[in-house]
């Protein structure tokens, strides 16, 4: 079993930046394919980054060259860098794990996720 647990949201106003973190409690976080996704109101929960076990992130392109997913696997730990943050940014945020590789932006694929963090961005 794999818990995760998600920190860093807040509210900024656009063009501000936020750094979240997802902490794993799991014997071996490198064993994980892991993934943010984020609900905004009134939306379908949506993937925006994936990152392989070894480090290789993934983006849609609304957040591509804005936002930096990365991992520490001694820290067990994901991170979301988002910068210069959108008012459409505005979402709850949540990081999500599975086993089998391969990138995937379907939340069917991930089997655990965080409680999810809000981040608010502001005009």
């Known amino acids: 079993q794999v818990r995760l647990v998600e920190s860093g949201g807040g509210a900024v106003q656009a063009g501000g930046s936020l750094n979240l973190s997802c902490a794993a409690s799991?014997?071996?976080?490198?064993?994980?394919?892991a993934a943010w996704f984020r609900q905004g109101p009134g939306k379908e929960r949506e993937g925006i980054a994936t990152?392989?076990?070894?480090?290789?992130?993934t983006y849609i392109d609304s957040v591509k060259g804005r936002f930096t997913i990365s991992r520490d696997n001694a820290k067990k730990t994901l991170y979301l860098q988002m910068n210069n943050l959108k008012v459409e940014d505005t979402a709850m945020y949540y990081c999500?794990?599975?086993?089998?590789?391969?990138?995937?932006?379907?939340?069917?694929?991930?089997?655990?996720w965080g409680q999810g963090t809000q981040v608010t961005v502001s005009s």
């Open positions: 799991v014997y071996s976080f490198g064993g994980y394919y």
């Open positions: 999500a794990a599975k086993t089998r590789g391969g990138v995937s932006y379907r939340d069917s694929d991930y089997t655990f």
């Open positions: 990152i392989s076990f070894s480090g290789v992130p």
